[in-house]
T-cell receptor, first 112, second 115 residues
Framework: QKEVEQNSGPLSVPEGAIASLNCTYSDRGSQSFFWYRQYSGKSPELIMSIYSNGDKEDGRFTAQLNKASQYVSLLIRDSQPSDSATYLCAVNTMNAGNMLTFGGGTRLMVKP | GAGVSQSPRYKVAKRGQDVALRCDPISGHVSLFWYQQALGQGPEFLTYFQNEAQLDKSGLPSDRFFAERPEGSVSTLKIQRTQQEDSAVYLC?????????????FGEGSRLTVL
């Protein structure tokens, strides 16, 4: 079992819809959680960080964390074609120092 | 500089050649990471520096891989006797401070193709 799991997709949603991206992690002691967006051929860029249970909203993006279920999600409201990218979930696992462990990424396609 | 800079952006090597990949982190960033990203996969951790100290090299896949950051700024990832399975994008990331789980700022990566 990988430490951070994501459905590889592709997840296809129509423009204007809500895209829901999910991630599970295995280390119950994980403390910090991040969502990165990666366009094809480009480097990952940070979208959201979340550290405590509950929801965190930033514009069209909402990150949700449930430590009891070891689950973190990213919701994208009013999806746009420009949101089409691979979304990487990253977790700082206990005893890993400053290192982030990444999931395999979910490819999102927003169709006009 | 304004961001993390990596060079070369693209490198084609014949199997058995040695390669060196350079990373220039954001000025003042204490932490520096190297990740390997295969096509269609997420980044896989290779090694981590805090200033000039290499605190974690558990992700280096073999002793052909070596990284250094002698003055706590620029870092070089060296791969000796390259193999086809080394073909990947090598991402460098830096982070301010040494705190746990801080945001990583990534460079554009060095795409290595081993023929």
């Amino acid at each position: 079992q990988k430490e951070v799991e994501q459905n590889s997709g592709p997840l296809s949603v129509p423009e204007g819809a809500i895209a829901s991206l999910n991630c599970t992690y295995s280390d119950r002691g994980s403390q910090s959680f991040f969502w990165y967006r990666q366009y094809s051929g480009k480097s990952p860029e940070l979208i959201m960080s979340i550290y405590s249970n509950g929801d965190k909203e930033d514009g069209r993006f909402t990150a949700q964390l449930n430590k009891a279920s070891q689950y973190v999600s990213l919701l994208i409201r009013d999806s746009q074609p420009s949101d089409s990218a691979t979304y990487l979930c990253a977790v700082n696992t206990m005893n890993a120092g400053n290192m982030l462990t990444f999931g395999g990424g979910t490819r999102l396609m927003v169709k006009p | 500089g304004a961001g993390v800079s990596q060079s070369p952006r693209y490198k084609v090597a014949k199997r058995g050649q040695d390669v060196a990949l350079r990373c220039d982190p954001i000025s003042g960033h204490v932490s520096l990471f190297w990740y390997q990203q295969a096509l269609g996969q997420g980044p896989e951790f290779l090694t981590y520096f805090q200033n000039e100290a290499q605190l974690d090299k558990s992700g280096l896949p073999s002793d052909r891989f070596f990284a250094e950051r002698p003055e706590g700024s620029v870092s070089t990832l060296k791969i000796q006797r390259t193999q086809q399975e080394d073909s990947a994008v090598y991402l460098c990331a830096s982070s301010p401070g040494g705190g746990v789980g801080r945001e990583l700022f990534f460079g554009e990566g060095s795409r290595l193709t081993v023929l």
